[in-house]
């Protein structure tokens, strides 16, 4: 009886122990993964088109991979994010966080999939930021967010430099920028690419010196030895977005607009000025226009923009004309009659976009379809066809914007463009090109409607049924929505 009785335990608990399941199985249960971030450009927002942001795509991935629903908590304050994953509230943080030795200690990390800088912001010309860490002093006070990894830098750097000294504020990074443009404090120290970011709507925004190390941007897990699974799974997700390319994909897709050049303070100040005298005149045509051919009306007035500075009496050295800047010869094919009329000539380019879209072959998804397209625009379909060829020559995807400007530049090169079928282009121009208007596009979204003011609309001699008509194939219904 009792050998009858220790078999059944046994049994038991060997049955127990089977059915017991793993943490990614019992999130699959349940259907729901939990994931803490923070709100803000570089980590998670809501656009005009949803959600958005790279730890939300990146989780949201994650979560498709795991065939379970994403439910994103963002937090108030930085400093309460860690408490959350080490308490178990979350299955981890996807919020921006830097790997540090000091965190290492409650919690562990994934694989990093992107780097960044600390760099100082200020505002004000009369207050530069001193150029050496030890200058930072009670005289010069530089702030930084409670809980952040820079405290750890900064305490560091301190037994390198005695008189350095800082303060602590419970906030996070985009309040200390915008108390910076407030005149509230002179200096703060932040993330790279967050005060890249706000600086394509803030241009007043001053970079000051970086701390000498990178930082490495991380997944943050419970420590627990004792269930590995959703942490291993983790790194087995990352590593795969690395190696197939997707990652590169999405950190420029978030990235690739941003412009740190020296110029950029005075080119963004221009484009609002213009956004406020020039764009009211010819904001209703592009609408009209984009909704004509479904695409956003911003996206098309961002290529007005780079084309002519929403000039309609531009014109270049080599006779281009109008606010979309068409030849002579694409407005009589497009059945453009007037270059220089503002409604023809924005019909025309979004109509000639719409072609460039449909020309471009093979399996392009958005967005790198409508990258690649600007990028026709400007250089030409020719000069595209021959880089994509070069690109899958070289050993990179054809299909995707990443890859297609690294080798843009190949067409300046005899070596390299003595393979092409359409010869030498100023291969950096489209490049350029792309990017500017993706930070025009960027800027148009984040204004507020409100605050660009449009006035009735301008009279002139053309009428919508003068708007070249659209071909079948080219009709919104047959064309995938843009961004």
């Known amino acids: 009886m009792l050998k009858f009785l220790t078999t059944a335990l046994i049994g038991f608990l060997l049955s127990f122990c089977a059915s017991e399941k793993n943490l990614v199985e019992r999130i699959q249960a349940e259907g729901q993964l939990r994931v803490v971030t923070r709100y803000g450009p570089t980590t998670y927002y809501k656009g005009i088109n949803g959600e958005a942001g790279l730890e939300y795509d990146l989780a949201k991935k994650f979560a498709e991979t795991l065939g379970v629903e994403l439910s994103l908590i963002s937090s108030e304050k930085f400093s309460d994010i860690l408490p959350k994953v080490e308490s178990k509230t979350v299955h981890f943080a996807a919020a921006g966080l830097s790997i540090t030795d000091e965190r290492k200690t409650t919690v562990r990390f994934s694989p990093s999939y992107h780097k960044i800088m600390a760099q100082v912001a200020y505002k004000k010309k009369d207050k530069r930021p001193p150029k050496n860490l030890d200058k930072f002093t009670h005289e010069h006070v530089l702030h930084v967010v409670e809980g952040s990894s820079h405290i750890s830098s900064l ?115 221009t484009f609002y000025r213009h956004v406020n005298k020039r764009l009211p005149k010819y904001r209703k045509y592009f609408e009209q226009v984009a909704t004509r051919y479904n695409m956003d009306w911003r996206l098309l007035a961002a290529m007005g923009y780079q084309e002519s500075h929403w000039d309609k009496n531009a014109v270049s050295f080599t006779g ?164």
Do not use: C
């Not at 910076?180 to 002179?186: H, Q």
């Not at 706000?198 to 970079?207: F, T």
């Open 155 to 269: 305490t560091t750097l301190k037994e390198t430099y005695p008189a350095l000294t800082w303060k602590t504020v419970p906030t996070d990074s985009l309040d200390l920028l915008q108390q910076i443009l407030d005149e509230k404090i002179d200096y703060a120290l932040v993330d790279s690419n967050i005060l890249a970011h706000v600086r394509q709507v803030s241009p007043e925004l001053k970079r000051g010196l970086s701390l000498p190390k990178k930082q490495y941007l991380a997944w943050a897990f419970p420590r627990t030895e004792q269930d590995n699974s959703l942490y291993l799974a983790a790194i087995q997700f990352i590593n795969r977005l690395r190696r197939s390319g997707e990652l590169e994909v999405l950190i420029e897709l978030y990235n690739g607009y941003i412009d740190t050049g020296r110029l950029a303070y005075v080119n963004t100040s």
């Open 320 to 483: 281009v004309k109008g606010i979309m800047m068409l030849t002579n010869a694409a407005a009589k094919d497009l059945g453009i009659k007037d270059r220089t009329d503002p409604f023809q000539s924005i019909s025309g380019g979004g109509l000639h976009f719409q072609q460039l879209k449909k020309r471009i072959k093979g399996n392009v998804l958005e967005p790198d379809l409508t990258w690649l397209a600007l990028a026709a625009y400007n250089v030409g379909l020719g000069h595209i066809m021959d880089v994509r060829k070069l690109t899958r020559k070289r050993g990179g995807n054809a299909n995707r914007w990443v890859d297609i400007k690294k080798n843009l530049p190949l067409l300046t090169k005899p070596y390299w463009y003595r393979q092409t079928r359409h010869g030498y282009a100023r291969g950096y121009e489209p490049i350029r090109y792309v990017q500017n208007i993706r930070r025009y596009y960027e800027l148009l979204k984040h204004m507020d409607a409100e605050k660009i003011h449009t006035p009735e609309p301008v009279t002139n001699n053309v009428t919508p049924s003068q708007v070249p008509a659209i071909p079948k194939r080219l009709h919104p219904e047959n064309n995938t929505p843009m961004l």
